[in-house]
C-alpha cells in the first residue's frame, strides 16, 4: 500500500507539472488587426501571461510538499499544501486566459472609487471654506 502511495505521490506532482508547461487546448482571442494599438495590446498580455509560470511552478512544488507531507505523516497532514498548490494552478490558468475580463472591470471599478473619493473630498474642501469666510 505504502509503495503505490510513494509512486502516486511522484507521479501526481511531474504529471501536473508537465500539464501546466504544455501547450494550451486553446488560446485566448486576439483583438482584430484593425484597432490602432491592438498589435501593442496582444503584445503586452502575451508578455504579462508569460511571466504567469511562477505560479504553476509554485503550487506544482506546495502539491509536491502536501503529497509527501500526506504520505510521512500517513495523512494527518499535508492537505492544506495540496489545496493551495491546486488553487495556484487553477489560478494561473484563470489569469492567462481572463486577463482582459479581470483587468477592465479593475480598472473601472478603480476609476469610479476615485472619482468619488475626489469628488467628497472637493465638496468636504468648499464647504469647509464656506463656512470660515461666513457664507450661506
Given at each position: ?35 490602432p494599438g491592438a498589435d501593442i495590446a496582444a503584445s ?13 511552478w509554485i503550487g506544482g512544488l506546495a502539491a509536491i ?72
Open positions: 500500500m505504502s509503495r503505490k502511495l510513494l509512486w502516486l505521490g511522484i507521479v501526481f506532482p511531474l504529471a501536473l507539472l508537465a500539464a501546466c508547461a504544455s501547450s494550451p487546448f486553446f488560446s485566448p482571442p486576439s483583438p482584430p488587426s484593425g484597432m503586452i498580455t502575451k508578455h504579462a501571461t508569460s511571466e504567469l509560470s511562477m505560479l504553476s510538499v502536501g503529497i509527501a507531507a500526506l504520505v510521512i505523516t500517513r495523512g494527518a497532514m499535508g492537505m492544506r499544501a495540496i489545496v493551495c498548490g491546486v488553487l495556484l494552478v487553477i489560478l494561473n490558468f484563470v489569469i492567462a486566459n481572463y486577463l482582459g475580463w479581470i483587468l477592465i472591470p479593475a480598472l473601472v471599478g478603480t476609476g469610479a472609487i476615485s472619482l468619488a473619493w475626489s469628488y467628497t473630498m472637493i465638496r468636504r474642501i468648499l464647504m469647509q471654506r464656506r463656512e470660515a469666510h461666513g457664507d450661506n
